[in-house]
């Protein structure tokens, strides 16, 4: 069993958008490991791949389920691929904990960027798609990725951890930039600045 066979063969999905319900609540356990997760799966991946992110939680699609995705290269710039489901993040504290901020994105507020100061190493448990314990140990911006993605199984949105001035930065900058996104992207494509 390999997560390889969830890259190819799922459908485009719409992104789900700050502001509607679902990214903004926590999501319900997986408790059936079956082929409906699995359709989900391939359809995220397919769907994350097309949208050019780095990771996407359920919830980014429209469902209410704890499982996210990654395709995101570690510390070492090692591209990491997996899922996980029911995942928990533990992060380091005291002398071990490091702040690393970077510009953070999200696919659910596309085109906008601000700087975030997040832990440079996170530790993510759960469940593969075939319900065994799953440990994924992350570094760099896959660290980032696996915190980015359990916040919005939690029904978190990384604005939601900005300064206020961050945040009307942020969005003022997916404002201006909303015009290239289609309501249902990535369902139509993005448009080019030329054509927009």
């Known amino acids: ?10 459908k485009l999905r719409r992104i789900t958008r700050w502001g509607e319900d679902v990214m903004h609540a926590k999501t319900q356990p997986v408790t059936e490991f079956g082929e409906e997760l699995h359709t989900l799966i391939r359809d995220m991946f397919t769907t994350m791949a097309i949208a050019h992110g780095v990771g996407l939680a359920a919830t980014q699609v ?8 990654y395709d995101c ?3 070492d710039e090692i591209n990491q691929v997996g899922v ?34 997040r832990p440079d190493h996170a530790v993510c448990t759960g469940q593969d798609p075939w319900g065994n314990p799953v440990t994924v140990v992350g570094t760099g911006l896959l660290a980032r990725c696996l915190q980015h993605e359990t916040d919005h199984l939690n029904g978190t949105v990384f604005g939601d951890r900005l300064s206020n001035r961050l945040r009307r930065k942020l969005y003022q900058q997916a404002e201006e930039l909303a015009h290239l996104y289609p309501s249902d992207w990535p369902l139509t494509p993005r448009a080019t600045s030329a054509n927009a």
């Open 1 to 10: 069993m390999d997560v390889e066979e969830f890259l190819t063969g799922g």
């Open 62 to 69: 429209g469902v209410d389920l704890a499982v996210f995705t």
């Open 73 to 75: 290269p570690d510390g």
């Open 84 to 117: 996980v489901c029911n995942p928990v993040v533990t992060l380091p504290d005291g002398d071990q904990r490091n702040l690393d901020s970077i510009e953070e994105g999200c696919l659910s507020l596309p085109g906008a960027y601000q700087p975030l100061a």
